[in-house]
């Protein structure tokens, strides 16, 4: 029943900047860690960022200190705001979650949404 849809990807000139979002919905009692990945074609699916419940966060060495994650848990929502874009960081962008589905279970439960295409031109 839970799902992460993601928005905000586009085609963009290198250089520029995109906002993407992640909106869970669904039975949700509590979202633990989310992140956000992407996979260019011929390459494997590499984590971007991630984020805490409490807010912590790590990025990979590609992307640090040109996009930001970050969180709304009163929304449900992931968001990735990435700057200073380059052509490497053409790839489909994808929205993971472990969530906690019941008050009364400590289970966590990962989900992955469709993705969201990010196209930089050069």
């Known amino acids: 029943q839970v799902q992460l849809v993601e928005s905000g990807g586009d085609l963009v000139q290198a250089g520029g900047s995109l906002r993407l979002s992640c909106a869970a919905s669904?039975?949700?009692?509590?979202?633990?860690?989310m992140g956000w990945y992407r996979q260019a074609p011929g390459k494997q699916r590499e984590l971007v960022a991630a984020?805490?419940?409490?807010?912590?966060?790590n990025y990979a060495d590609s992307v640090k200190g040109r996009f930001a994650i970050s969180r709304d848990n009163a929304k449900n929502t992931m968001y990735l705001q990435m700057n200073s874009l380059k052509p490497e960081d053409t790839a489909v962008y994808y929205c993971?979650?472990?969530?906690?589905?019941?008050?009364?279970?400590?289970?966590?439960?990962?989900?992955w949404g469709q993705g969201t295409q990010v196209t930089v031109s050069s």
């Open positions: 993971n979650a472990d969530i906690t589905y019941f008050y009364w279970s400590r289970r966590k439960y990962n989900h």
């Open positions: 984020i805490t419940s409490g807010d912590t966060t």
């Open positions: 669904g039975t949700i009692f509590s979202i633990n860690s």
